[in-house]
């Protein structure tokens, strides 16, 4: 059977308004009634569709894995509609609720999901109280294989790494909770391991976002350091990635991979604004005369040849009454002058970029009477350095697409324009402002249901030019409108 829509032209719809009566509506409708193809799979093998992946595939929202979000998953919406041209079953390892976080004998390891709090986002139970957390590694893991390979924090040499899911490895944190709950009777099956097992027929790979992402959320401050471009498998990008389409092309499976977006252009690191402390006269003569020797010491240092007059100006601290006083850092790209014990302060400015878990500590005195240490800023040679490897892991993925014949979807792109513009999607417009924007969820880093229907149908796009297939064309994909941006906090 065909699918039938309708096509609404510009160029008739001011025929449409000028109609006086429902007999030439009517007859304006028939006229625009169009026969759309049948959905077809072109050369695509659906039957054993596998995704294989961090948090993006896994279905990660509001700062959590939930079984509603992972019903919402982008893999499970995409297997939804290969089902109607050959795919099969599409199992996922859920969670035991919709409180999200894990337990590990009744202990706590993670924690439940954010709800939106009227203003922003606040953990779930600051809405509901105390909740159980029946997700428990001890106790009542699923059971596999599973067609969402997915996995919460994993970078590109994760996917390789043995012991990656193996609760023996919790404690020295070489071990992924998310991992262990998939590897069943094999704990040191690595992810890609699990994968080939299935001998999938058409596969995604969404990976790298966290070989960046990390750095990013860290504030670039060394803990979690970005992967190498170049290196050995499982320790370089170029390497890793490589050996990972290789090895899922080698039994003739076809698949869509997807690039990196900027995190930097992410809520996570967009919402919080660089000048955001209101302050009257009193506390800003106060917050002043705190950092008085500090700004006598400048002065010291430029008398004495150490600083430009353009550096004192730089790193001066100053506060004023009034609504928009930026955050005191610490820059250690600045000039180091510790040696006279001057610290390397200054203001922050619109180059500059505050993680979202900042605007807690606000209020707190931190950014005024406590300067930001480098895990709160991404300072623009951080955010240099994250552009440039993004660029090089991106030539990889591009490159290893092309070789291997498979689909591309450029979210990088994709991201760059919602961040700027907002995307049209249906009747709304999607942007990445926090909490009010559709695409991100609460957590300012991952999609809400609305933003993984969105990227779905990208990827839908990107197989039917790679593979023959029409699910943009016979009217397939999917409604963006019919997907939420939040969960109720009552969900359960």
Same mark, same amino acid.
């Given at each position: 059977?065909?699918?039938?829509?309708?096509?609404?032209?510009?160029?008739?719809?001011?025929?449409?308004?000028?109609?006086?009566?429902?007999?030439?509506?009517?007859?304006?409708?028939?006229?625009?009634?169009?026969?759309?193809?049948?959905?077809?799979?072109?050369?695509?093998?659906?039957?054993?569709?596998?995704?294989?992946?961090?948090?993006?595939?896994?279905?990660?929202?509001?700062?959590?894995?939930?079984?509603?979000?992972?019903?919402?998953?982008?893999?499970?919406?995409?297997?939804?509609?290969?089902?109607?041209?050959?795919?099969?079953?599409?199992?996922?390892?859920?969670? #035991? =609720?919709?409180? /999200?976080?894990?337990?590990? *004998? $009744?202990?706590?390891?993670?924690?439940?999901?954010? %709800?939106? @709090?009227?203003?922003?986002?606040?953990?779930?139970?600051?809405?509901?109280?105390?909740?159980?957390?029946?997700?428990?590694?001890?106790?009542?893991?699923?059971?596999?294989?599973?067609?969402?390979?997915?996995?919460?924090?994993?970078?590109?040499?994760?996917?390789?790494?043995?012991?990656?899911?193996?609760?023996?490895?919790?404690?020295?944190?070489?071990?992924?909770?998310?991992?262990?709950?998939?590897?069943?009777?094999?704990?040191?099956?690595?992810?890609?391991?699990?994968?080939?097992?299935?001998?999938?027929?058409?596969?995604?790979?969404?990976?790298?976002? #966290? =070989?960046?992402? /990390?750095?990013?959320?860290? *504030? $670039?401050?060394?803990?979690?350091?970005?992967?190498? %471009?170049? @290196?050995?498998?499982?320790?370089?990008?170029?390497?890793?990635?490589?050996?990972?389409?290789?090895?899922?092309?080698?039994?003739?499976?076809?698949?869509?991979?997807?690039?990196?977006?900027?995190?930097?252009?992410?809520?996570?690191?967009?919402?919080?604004?660089?000048?955001?402390?209101?302050?009257?006269?009193?506390?800003?003569?106060?917050?002043?005369?705190?950092?008085?020797?500090?700004?006598?010491?400048?002065?010291?240092?430029?008398?004495?040849?150490?600083?430009?007059?353009?550096?004192?100006?730089?790193?001066?601290?100053?506060?004023?009454?009034?609504? #928009?006083?930026?955050?005191?850092?610490?820059?250690?790209?600045?000039?180091?002058?510790?040696?006279?014990?001057?610290?390397?302060?200054?203001?922050?400015?619109?180059?500059?970029?505050?993680?979202?878990?900042?605007?807690?500590?606000?209020?707190?005195?931190?950014?005024?009477?406590?300067?930001?240490?480098?895990?709160?800023?991404?300072?623009?040679?951080?955010?240099?350095?994250?552009?440039?490897?993004?660029?090089?892991?991106?030539?990889?993925?591009?490159?290893?697409?092309?070789?291997?014949?498979?689909?591309?979807?450029?979210?990088?792109?994709?991201?760059?324009?919602?961040?700027?513009?907002?995307?049209?999607?249906?009747?709304?417009?999607?942007?990445?402002?926090?909490?009010?924007?559709?695409?991100?969820?609460?957590?300012?880093?991952?999609?809400?249901?609305?933003?993984?229907?969105?990227?779905?149908?990208?990827?839908?796009?990107?197989?039917?030019?790679?593979?023959?297939?029409?699910?943009?064309?016979?009217?397939?994909?999917?409604?963006?409108?019919?997907?939420?941006?939040?969960?109720?906090?009552?969900?359960?």
């Amino acid at each position: 059977m065909k699918n039938i829509k309708y096509i609404l032209l510009s160029a008739v719809s001011l025929t449409f308004f000028a109609c006086n009566d429902i007999e030439d509506v009517d007859r304006i409708e028939a006229e625009l009634m169009v026969d759309a193809p049948a959905l077809v799979a072109g050369s695509a093998d659906f039957s054993n569709f596998v995704a294989i992946g961090n948090s993006l595939t896994a279905g990660f929202t509001d700062n959590a894995l939930f079984i509603a979000s992972q019903e919402n998953s982008l893999p499970n919406m995409l297997s939804q509609k290969f089902a109607l041209i050959g795919g099969g079953d599409f199992t996922q390892p859920l969670m #035991n =609720d919709n409180f /999200g976080g894990i337990a590990v *004998g $009744g202990t706590r390891i993670l924690e439940p999901r954010l %709800v939106f @709090g009227g203003a922003g986002p606040v953990s779930l139970e600051s809405i509901i109280g105390p909740v159980t957390v029946s997700t428990d590694l001890a106790f009542n893991n699923p059971t596999g294989p599973f067609n969402n390979m997915g996995v919460p924090g994993a970078k590109s040499f994760h996917l390789l790494a043995p012991g990656y899911g193996n609760i023996a490895n919790l404690a020295p944190q070489l071990a992924n909770p998310y991992f262990v709950r998939m590897t069943g009777t094999t704990p040191n099956a690595s992810m890609l391991d699990l994968t080939l097992a299935q001998q999938p027929t058409f596969f995604s790979l969404w990976i790298g976002n #966290n =070989d960046v992402l /990390g750095y990013a959320l860290s *504030g $670039g401050d060394g803990t979690d350091p970005l992967t190498p %471009v170049d @290196g050995a498998v499982g320790v370089g990008f170029s390497a890793t990635y490589a050996t990972l389409i290789g090895a899922l092309t080698a039994g003739g499976a076809q698949g869509v991979v997807a690039n990196i977006p900027n995190v930097t252009s992410i809520p996570h690191f967009t919402t919080v604004p660089y000048n955001p402390v209101p302050l009257d006269a009193a506390t800003a003569d106060a917050l002043n005369g705190g950092y008085a020797t500090y700004n006598g010491g400048l002065q010291f240092a430029f008398a004495n040849g150490l600083l430009t007059q353009e550096e004192v100006d730089q790193r001066t601290i100053n506060f004023a009454e009034g609504l #928009n006083n930026a955050l005191v850092i610490i820059d250690e790209d600045l000039t180091d002058l510790s040696a006279f014990a001057i610290p390397s302060y200054r203001q922050g400015t619109a180059a500059d970029l505050f993680v979202l878990p900042l605007s807690s500590q606000i209020p707190l005195g931190y950014g005024t009477q406590i300067p930001l240490e480098d895990k709160w800023v991404l300072l623009p040679s951080e955010q240099e350095e994250i552009a440039t490897a993004i660029s090089a892991f991106n030539s990889i993925i591009a490159a290893n697409a092309s070789q291997a014949g498979l689909a591309l979807v450029d979210v990088n792109s994709i991201l760059s324009e919602l961040a700027s513009s907002g995307i049209s999607t249906g009747d709304f417009i999607l942007t990445s402002s926090l909490a009010t924007g559709g695409a991100f969820s609460l957590d300012g880093v991952h999609p809400t249901a609305r933003g993984y229907s969105f990227l779905a149908n990208e990827f839908m796009k990107a197989i039917d030019v790679t593979y023959g297939s029409n699910f943009e064309a016979s009217g397939s994909l999917l409604d963006p409108a019919a997907y939420p941006t939040n969960y109720a906090a009552g969900l359960q």
